[in-house]
C-alpha cells in the first residue's frame, strides 16, 4: 500500500524559504513520479512540481520557475520541495501526490495515491 507522508510546512516572512519533504512507502519500483500540489481555501487543488523517481525528470508550473526546486532522495524515497522567495500568494497546504508515470504531469486526476498535506503560511 502506497503511503505519502509530507512534513516541513509552517509559517514564514515574505522572501523567506522553507523545504517540504514527502515521504514515500509501499512502491514495488522506482518507477513513479512523485508531485507536488497547492490547495488554498475556497480554490482548486493546483500542480506545483513533479520529479520521476528512476530518471530525475522534472516539471514545474510557471508559476514558481527560479524560486522551488524539487529533489528527490532515492536511497529515501523522499522527494524534497526548497521553496525560496516565497509570496503571501504562495499560501496554502501542500500535498505530495505520487503517479504510476514515468513522465512527470502536472494534471491532478493522473495522480493515484496522495498524502494529508501540510500547510505553508506566507505572511507580508
Known amino acids: 500500500q502506497v503511503q505519502l507522508v509530507e512534513s516541513g510546512g509552517g509559517l514564514v516572512q515574505a522572501g523567506e524559504s522553507l523545504k517540504l519533504s514527502c515521504a514515500a512507502s509501499?512502491?514495488?519500483?522506482?518507477?513513479?513520479?512523485l508531485g507536488w500540489f497547492l490547495q488554498a481555501p475556497g480554490k482548486e487543488r493546483e500542480f506545483v512540481a513533479a520529479?520521476?523517481?528512476?530518471?530525475?525528470?522534472?516539471r514545474y508550473a510557471d508559476s514558481v520557475k527560479g524560486r522551488f526546486t524539487i529533489s528527490r532522495d532515492i536511497a529515501k524515497s523522499t522527494v524534497y520541495l526548497q521553496m525560496n522567495s516565497l509570496k503571501p500568494e504562495d499560501t496554502a497546504n501542500y500535498y505530495c501526490?505520487?503517479?504510476?508515470?514515468?513522465?512527470?504531469?502536472?494534471?491532478?486526476?493522473?495522480?493515484?495515491?496522495w498524502g494529508r498535506g501540510t500547510q505553508v503560511t506566507v505572511s507580508s
Open positions: 501526490a505520487a503517479d504510476r508515470g514515468s513522465f512527470p504531469s502536472d494534471t491532478r486526476r493522473d495522480y493515484d495515491h
Open positions: 509501499g512502491f514495488t519500483n522506482r518507477a513513479w513520479t
Open positions: 520529479i520521476n523517481l528512476s530518471n530525475g525528470r522534472v
